[in-house]
């Protein structure tokens, strides 16, 4: 039997790689598949309690929680295709305009 | 036994998941990204979720990657001069995840739970499918409405936003 402390951090680890990614890689789309990895460490923490717990609830949660990613991850490449065409640039630090 | 494949299942989702953050390609970066998603729907069936599993390997790999490699491939990323850091703010981004990363960890090391254990035990959940389609459609029906309401706005919002303007 693996402890839930194994998964809760297998977890953080993957949740700090996804928060490093989003603060170190300068294109966008990279920064959007580190968003999905912390989505799914965040998915893995709740089906671990769900499991350690012998509950249903997180189990749950996790069907909107991937429901939710999804709905981001459309809407977010849209918004990336839209300022590509528009400015020819995928590069966080050329889009400031809303930074002042 | 199961601890073997855990072991395996967790050393390959975290080097994957460094893959992603560090390859120079995009392309290879979403290919990365699918192997990490495979590890982590083979760690829900380590925890008896073999639905979540499913549900996983079908919305995350086959449409959410498949979406990110469109995306690469469709505006042609891949020839610019493409993999660059964020230099001028690299030294706080580690100092920030490092710091995170050792207080959760010390919180779990050292954390206990004490909770009221529900009445899901393994025995139970071996119509885990059923039981969870049942609490979707019962207990939790109002967020399920929701979700589906979000799906739409969603849907018309990618599809408004990706629209070419008329002129």
Known sequence: ?100 | MEQIFFYIFAIATVASAIAVISLRNPVHSAISLMVCFLQVAALFILLRSPFLAAVQVFIYVGAVVVLFLFAVMVLDLGKERFGEYLHHQRPIALVVVIGFVFVMGFTILHGSLDAQLGNYTEKALVKNTEIMGKLLFTKYVFPFEVVSLLLLIALIGAIVLAMKEKR
Do not use: W
Not at chain 1, 25 to 37: A, D, G, P
Not at chain 1, 38 to 43: K, L, M, P
Not at chain 1, 61 to 71: D, E, G, L, N, S
């Open chain 1, 1 to 100: 039997m693996i402890p839930l402390s194994h998964y809760l951090l297998l977890s953080l680890v993957l949740f700090s790689i996804g928060v490093a990614g989003v603060l170190l890689r300068r294109s966008i789309i990279i920064v959007l598949m580190s968003l999905e990895l912390i989505f799914n460490s965040i998915n893995l923490s709740l089906v671990a309690f769900a499991h350690f717990l012998q509950s249903m609830t997180g189990r749950v949660f996790v069907v909107f929680t991937i429901t939710v990613a999804a709905a981001e991850v459309a809407v977010g490449l849209a918004i990336l295709v839209a300022v590509y065409r528009r400015r020819k640039t995928v590069y966080v630090e050329e889009l400031s305009e809303m930074k002042h």
